[in-house]
């Protein structure tokens, strides 16, 4: 079991710039998370695909945000005309789906740390 | 909506002491409710979770927490601190909607 992985582990990017993240889940989880943790507060919920369908969407990820699951394995996260304030470390997390009334345990990578220049 | 209050952020204790962390939630259903420890720059690990059952959790690295239901309260406990447990600790509460919902976090700081 190698655990969630994320890549990049650090961007520096200059505003304005698009920038692609990847999440790589634990192997046969049906379900998987992306969420934003900005400093001194507890991450928040962005987005989670079930497979390769996206669920549900949080109002925190405007239209210059974008997900994708396509083969419902490895996850991306594209942040288009970035700002400053899209700073934030960016977490993708994932669960086997199996829990019961649709809360299991969710497993966190080591996240993506963003700055905008 | 729920919600989740760490009335702490920051603790400092000194090595062997105990240790408890505070949790309040905010939830109209049963809820699942978790705790996650995060070092610097790190993701976050799993310590101990709340589904059902027994109201006293057994975590790792010899936590535990207590769900009390009239209190809305599921406090983290240790009883001897070591100084390898220094980390921000962060309580969530899960939803039928599947995500998880966390509080703020409290940064523990362990004197020698």
């Known amino acids: 079991d190698t655990g969630v992985s994320q890549d990049p582990r650090h961007k520096i990017t200059k505003r304005g710039q698009n920038v692609t993240f990847r999440c790589d889940p634990i192997?046969?989880?049906?379900?998987l998370y992306w969420y934003r943790q900005t400093l001194g507060q507890g991450p928040e919920f962005l987005t989670y695909?079930?497979?390769?369908?996206?669920?549900?969407k949080s109002r925190l990820l405007s239209d210059r945000f974008s997900a994708e699951r396509p083969k419902g394995s490895f996850s991306t996260l594209e942040i288009q005309r970035t700002e400053q304030g899209d700073s934030a470390m960016y977490l993708c997390?994932?669960?086997?789906?199996?829990?019961?009334?649709?809360?299991?345990?969710?497993?966190f990578g080591p996240g993506t740390r963003l700055t905008v220049l | 909506a729920q919600s989740v209050t760490q009335p702490d952020i920051h603790i400092t204790v000194s090595e062997g002491a105990s240790l408890e962390l505070r949790c309040n939630y905010s939830?109209?259903?049963?809820?699942?409710l978790f705790w996650y420890v995060q070092s610097p720059g790190q993701g976050l690990q799993l310590l101990l979770k709340?589904?059902?059952?027994?109201?006293l959790v057994q975590g790792i690295k010899g936590f535990e927490a207590e769900f009390k239901r009239s209190q809305s309260s599921f406090n983290l406990r240790k009883p001897s601190v070591h100084w390898s447990d220094a980390a921000e600790y962060f309580c969530?509460?899960?939803?039928?909607?599947?995500?998880?919902?966390f509080g703020k976090g409290t940064l523990l700081t362990v004197n020698p």
């Open positions: 939830y109209g259903a049963t809820p699942y």
């Open positions: 192997s046969e989880h049906n379900r």
């Open positions: 997390a994932s669960s086997t789906g199996a829990g019961r009334q649709g809360i299991d345990t969710q497993y």
């Open positions: 969530a509460v899960g939803s039928s909607n599947y995500k998880l919902t």
């Open positions: 709340y589904f059902s059952g027994d109201t």
């Open positions: 695909f079930q497979n390769e369908a996206q669920l549900e």
